[in-house]
């Protein structure tokens, strides 16, 4: 069982920087997929970053790319989503996910299985 617990959201204005941090517990998914999810309120979760821990490739929503880094430290059992260049639209809930199967669609809500309690970013104009 993986467990997951986000951290780092706050409020900033734009253009600014946040980093989220996911700590992982129970086991580090060390061939898996693991990804970066945001929600606003009447909106359905949408993919925002993801990796595999196998070999650290990625992707990333269009909406994000340039922007945010996605990366893992193994070691500290971390995931982390560094976050710059901040717009009001991204404004939302952030979660982080693990998936236990490989495939396409990195960035399908439905297709990860384990979820954190999510960490709220707000990005001022």
């Known amino acids: 069982q993986v467990r997951l617990a986000e951290s780092g959201g706050g409020s900033v204005q734009a253009g600014g920087s946040l980093r989220l941090s996911c700590a992982v517990s129970g086991y580090w998914p060390s061939r898996h997929l693991m990804g970066w999810f945001r929600q606003t309120p009447g909106q359905e979760r949408e993919g925002v970053a993801a990796?595999?821990?196998?070999?650290?490739?990625?992707r990333y929503a269009d909406s994000v790319k340039g922007r945010f880094i996605i990366s893992q430290d193994a070691p500290n059992n971390t995931l982390y989503l560094q976050m710059n260049n901040l717009l009001p639209e991204d404004t939302a809930i952030y979660y982080c996910?693990?998936?236990?199967?490989?495939?396409?669609?990195?960035?399908?809500?439905?297709?990860?299985?384990?979820w954190g309690q999510g960490t709220q970013v707000t990005v001022s104009s």
């Open positions: 990796i595999y821990t196998g070999d650290d490739d990625t």
């Open positions: 996910a693990a998936r236990r199967t490989y495939g396409d669609t990195w960035l399908a809500p439905s297709l990860y299985n384990y």
